[in-house]
């Protein structure tokens, strides 16, 4: 399975600070960078954050000094595949007049672990965040704004789409004599993939009609791009003609499965 380890871009967002600091409103989308290989459009995951008095659900709460909340990252996926992130939080603070960075413990907001978010879907994490009790009067906070910068990583895998074709040699056929089947995978790269890591892995199980002639037959690498599988079943031992189909299953993840076109073998006297 190949895996593309992606670096975080970072871009600024805000946390509204109300009586000693309120829920925030942050939203910010994260850039995903290339591989080596190539270079890719630069898609995005995004974090929205809210800060919650509950470590099971993110409802929203005033953070009052020295009561613990939790700061809860929600984020979307817009990919076609699943992510999972490795690293999220923020990377920098910068404070409102009045109002210092020093009332703020978020020195435990940084979450690094394993976080699966679905294609096109979304999921959430939570870390520990406080205002200081400083025995002072911190009236100066009320209504102000901190801004955040926040910064992050994931990784996924890179699923590629493959198209089946069957063939049969010879054909037509004879009676009696006997057929060679051969399936080529192709692998085809969207605008937006990098390139096809190798060729694809799997098997091919050949159908005539409804029946399995030849089941889970590995592949063999062909090309770069391809990879085949052949079948010889039986001689056919009268005349007539016979559907041939052959679905191709993956076996590491980085590719689709595929189903070729019906191949009709005519098999003559």
């Known amino acids: 399975m190949l895996w593309h380890s992606k670096a975080a871009g970072r871009i600024g967002a805000t946390a509204l600070c109300t009586a000693a600091l309120v829920f925030t409103v942050a939203h910010a989308a994260i850039g995903v960078s290339g591989n080596s290989n190539a270079p890719e459009p630069n898609p995005t995951f995004t974090v929205a954050s809210t800060i919650s008095s509950s470590s099971s659900s993110p409802i929203p709460a005033l953070l009052y000094p020295g009561v613990q909340r939790y700061l809860w990252y ?31 413990d978020f020195g ?87 390139p096809v890591p190798n060729s694809p892995t799997g098997t091919v199980t050949f159908m005539d009609g409804p029946t399995a002639i030849c089941a889970a037959v ?16 039986f001689a056919y031992s009268s005349m007539g003609t016979h559907s041939i189909t052959a679905i191709f299953v993956n076996t590491d993840g980085n590719f689709t499965g595929s189903t070729s076109p019906v191949f009709t073998q005519t098999v003559n006297p």
């Open 74 to 104: 929600d984020i979307s996926n817009p990919l076609q595949v699943s992510i999972t992130v490795t690293s999220v939080g923020i990377s920098n603070v910068v404070a409102p007049l009045g109002c210092p960075i020093s009332n703020l």
């Open 218 to 233: 590995p592949v063999v690498s062909t090309s770069i791009t391809t990879s085949a599988a052949t079948c010889s079943p």
């Open 108 to 194: 435990e907001t940084t979450f690094s672990g394993s976080l699966t978010v679905p294609a096109l879907g979304a999921n959430s994490v939570e870390v520990p965040i406080s205002l200081y009790d400083t025995d002072t009067n911190q009236d100066s906070c009320e209504g102000t704004t901190f801004s955040f910068t926040y910064s992050g990583s994931a990784v996924y895998t890179e699923v590629y789409a493959t198209v089946s074709a069957v063939t049969g040699a010879p054909s037509p056929s004879r009676v009696g004599e006997s057929v060679v089947y051969t399936d080529t995978v192709t692998a085809s790269v969207a605008a937006d993939q990098d």
